[in-house]
């Protein structure tokens, strides 16, 4: 359902940053083992410039449920647990690592959706003192 590449765009605000637009890839592979490899690139829809990655893996971890870790070039680390539902899977942080100069995350979820070829994901973030608000919403395709 998941393994390959998905292209497009997404959209994100937030209190603290003026609103953006980006363009994203994300890849999804296997070596073999009972989880995923995961690896997400962005960058400035205008000019092109990067702006976020993140890498990490998603397992399987019993009947509809995944765990994820991932890790942020910002000096953020996340463990995030999982629950799917039919084409929806949806995620909360319960533990989050920060290094001396990461801006400080309190908790992340995230909501994807898969329906055939088209990926769709939001995600909601509490961070620098601000409670839980959308952060993120983008449209993939699979490559």
Known sequence: MLLGTWRGR???D???????SYLEVVTFGHVGKPFLTYTQRTRDALDG???HSETGY???VGAGRLEVVLAHPTGVTTVEDGRIDGAEIRFVTTAIGLTSTAK??????????VDGD???YSVDMAAMG??????????????
């Open 10 to 12: 997404g959209r994100g």
């Open 14 to 20: 937030y209190p603290t940053i003026a609103p953006f």
């Open 49 to 51: 410039t990067p702006r």
């Open 58 to 60: 998603w397992r399987c």
């Open 104 to 113: 400080p995350v309190e908790r992340l979820e995230r909501v994807f959706r």
């Open 118 to 120: 088209r990926l769709t």
């Open 130 to 143: 601000r409670p839980l608000t959308r952060h993120l919403d983008a449209e993939l395709e699979r490559a």
